[in-house]
């Protein structure tokens, strides 16, 4: 339905108040939630629920690995990035220009589970880590979608094993577990009503990969550049000031 993409904004709500560099270490925003309203979740409100229509609504937002105190408190050493703090993410959710959007569909995407700053959030040593508590827990949070990129668990031997760990542990559980079950029915639909506005006719073989196509991913670079440029957005000034 011509070439429609999801648009995931990021990294929600927000990261340029952040006091040290999120990759290696969960940061700290240190600012009220009457702050961040200004500020940092501006440029969110602007595709979300104060959009000028419809089209230059995102459909998702991608939940970054930092604390907040306006959202979460007094921040001490144990505190957990608002990715994995259901209480925080209720907090923005329920402000009015999300609350909407939230209802119509909007879903929430969490940043890579196996980075760093969430391996030392649950273990400053950084020599044991959970991968498979780590990803329920940021599903409990309010994650709809979950990113595995970087993830592995103690004494795995590879990424791959982890993320299998992982998914066989997450259909036990959708199987012994009514309620979390329920929780991922709603994922699910929140993640295929949004394919199916994108693409209302479904046709499998038009998302079928060729196995042979698969050694030319990543290796055109004009096409790559082409999206890129196409999808920059100008937050300021107004293009109505450009002139």
């Known amino acids: 339905s011509g070439n429609q993409m999801a648009v995931i904004a990021k990294h929600f709500p927000g990261r340029g108040g952040s006091d040290r560099l999120p990759e290696a270490e969960v ?48 921040i001490r050493a144990f505190t957990k990035p608002i990715s994995l703090d259901p209480s925080a993410l209720n907090i923005l959710m329920a402000l009015p220009e999300f609350s909407g959007w939230r209802k119509s569909g909007g879903i ?24 498979r508590q ?12 979950l990113y595995m990129d970087r993830i ?34 709603v994922s699910v639909a929140r993640i295929l009503a949004l394919k199916y506005r994108i693409y209302p006719t479904f046709d499998i073989d038009m998302v079928k990969p060729n196995p042979h196509d698969v050694s030319d991913i990543g290796k055109n670079e004009r096409i790559s550049f082409e999206v890129a440029a196409k999808s920059i957005t100008l937050l300021s000034p107004d293009k109505r000031d450009l002139a």
Request: glycine share 6%; hydrophobic share 40%.
């Open 27 to 74: 940061a700290t925003v240190r600012k009220s939630l009457e702050q961040l309203r200004l500020i940092e979740l501006a440029p969110f409100f602007s595709v979300t629920g104060n959009a000028e229509n419809k089209s230059e609504n995102v459909e998702g937002l991608l939940l970054s690995h930092i604390r907040y105190q306006g959202l979460q408190g007094n």
């Open 108 to 131: 929430m995407v969490s940043d890579d589970l196996g980075s760093q700053a969430v391996r030392y959030s649950f273990d400053p040593s950084g020599k044991n880590f959970d991968a």
């Open 134 to 145: 780590v990803v329920l827990n940021a599903f409990l949070a309010g994650n709809d979608l």
């Open 152 to 185: 592995l668990a103690t004494n795995d031997l590879n990424t791959y094993t982890t993320i299998r760990n992982i998914l066989d542990f997450f259909v036990q559980k959708y199987r012994e577990d009514s309620a979390f079950a329920d929780r991922v029915d």
